[in-house]
């Protein structure tokens, strides 16, 4: 058996969600494994961003799984790895981690991080070899809405001019740069706006920026039908933080109404414990638990004086 691993190609990306729906939906015993997630994607809106980030398996010409690695700034991730079940236990997974690592090299990643499951030694046997460690749990939660305030207007990306999308942006990095110096999801922002897949909403006081979610929605996004998922939300630290958090998770339920959806879900570490029992107070119930792995083994911005939502699938 021949395995080279390379850049993914355009024409390879129905055949690697196939295989990423078939991996994740055989590890979790689902009746049927390729309908994991259902209408949500992952794989196409990641690789239009950046397909130098976006790595393919093959073996003897045969594309069997993939990896896609996240650039944040200071701060990058890779996922979702996924691998054929035919091709498991056979070292491949090992081989599409070392391409992420040298991403991180390349960009000057001041820390990488992942999200997998909690509850299998496995995972965190393959990540502990190239450096990684076990940090805290990270709840995926979620929340019905079924009303909400509507928005007020100037509060959505989507409806900026150019010029105040110009100065968002140079906020949202402004205030991401003072919780961990460097983070930047700005390219999150650009992407959802670029190709559609929902929208990101800003929260202003008299400061200035107090807090911003970049938020999938629907069908087709990482989101799914009916479903408003914020792939990063963050309220600007400092005193009252707590309760721009709040006002930033009433504008998200704001955005899911507006959007025609009926759910909201997002993440929280853990290790951001006021955050998380704040969304407790609120409503919001786990889905899911995983856990985040660090590299080095520092805290980053997952810290108990940070009011940050994110999803590092």
Known sequence: MTVSIRLLQANELA??????????????????????????????????????????????????????????????????????????????????????????????TQLAGLFTFA??????????????????????????????????????????????????????????NAIYPGLDVSKEIQTIQAQGLGDTVFLWDNSGLAGFAVCHAGANTEAGSNTCFVRFGAARSGTHAGQRFEQLLDICENLTVTLGMSRLVAGVNTSRDEAYLRMLARGFRSDMIGVAMHKPNEPGYSRPDVFVLDDWR
């Not at 299998?120 to 079924?146: C, D, E, N, V, W």
């Open 15 to 108: 055949a690697a969600d196939h295989i990423f729906r078939l991996a994740f939906g055989t590890l979790l015993g689902l009746p049927e494994p390729s309908c994991y997630k259902e209408d949500a994607t992952f794989l196409l809106h990641r690789w239009q961003t950046d397909p130098t980030a976006a790595f393919a398996a093959e073996v003897d010409g045969k594309l069997i799984g993939s990896n896609m690695v996240v650039n944040w700034g200071s701060f990058g991730y890779f996922g979702p790895l996924s691998i054929h079940p035919d091709f498991w236990d056979q070292g491949i997974g090992q081989r599409l981690i070392e391409p992420a690592i040298a991403c991180f090299t390349q960009w000057n």
């Open 119 to 176: 509850e299998s030694p496995k995972h965190h046997a393959l990540y502990q070899k190239f450096g990684f460690r076990l940090r805290f749990l990270t709840a995926i939660m979620s929340k019905p809405i079924q009303q909400a305030q509507p928005l007020l207007p100037g509060n959505k990306y989507s409806q900026m001019s150019e010029a105040e999308r110009i100065e968002s942006l140079k906020a949202s990095y402004q205030l991401t």
